[in-house]
């Protein structure tokens, strides 16, 4: 029997069925279109990497500091918490733009539901039996910028006001 310290290797597979090569995603063309996804099912998952067919090839993602495998993808939620009272936009643009740094040109953002199986070690959630949605075509990262920039006060945190509780 193992102790609460071992961590539990799910046996779920990482992907609900083969996922299509990139060229044959869906891709979503405006911010307003991944509102619109997000709103039809909870939680939505983003991930910036080579695609879902090389990810399911390659396997569950790694901790590279620890050279571990973990026990599914790396991800970010979009889905806005319950207590975000405000538009869904502005919160899912927000956590588009905090993750865009893992685009690459040879990478890109997709879209993804699945079952979360742990925590990765940024704390990230990690997930198995995923379902493919679509991939983000680059301007809704450009667009995802723009309202993060006209939204929210960019790059302000605690350090900025001691004052602050």
């Known amino acids: 029997m193992a102790d609460e310290n071992t961590p539990q290797r799910s046996t ?10 990139t060229p044959r995603l869906r891709t979503l ?3 307003d ?3 619109d996804e997000i ?3 909870e939680p939505v998952y983003i991930r910036y990497s080579h695609g879902p067919a090389t990810d399911a090839e390659a396997g569950p993602s790694l901790d590279y500091e620890a050279a571990f495998t973990l026990p599914g993808l790396s991800v970010a939620s979009l889905t806005p918490e319950p207590w975000w009272t405000r538009s869904p936009k502005p919160w899912i643009a927000r956590r588009i733009r905090k993750y865009a740094e893992l685009d690459a040109p040879d990478r890109y953002a997709w879209l993804l539901a699945g079952e979360v199986v742990g925590r990765g070690p940024d704390h990230e959630p ?3 039996r995923v379902d ?3 991939r983000l075509a680059p301007q809704v990262l450009s667009e995802a ?4 920039e006209e939204m929210f006060e960019a790059g302000r945190d605690s350090r900025a006001d001691a004052s602050d509780g």
């Open 39 to 41: 709103a039809d099912r």
């Open 29 to 31: 063309e405006t911010l």
């Open 145 to 148: 910028a723009e309202v993060y």
């Open 132 to 134: 493919v949605i679509a």
């Open 33 to 35: 279109d991944v509102v």
């Open 12 to 21: 779920a597979p990482l992907f609900t069925r083969q996922p299509p090569p």
């Open 126 to 128: 990690l997930v198995r």
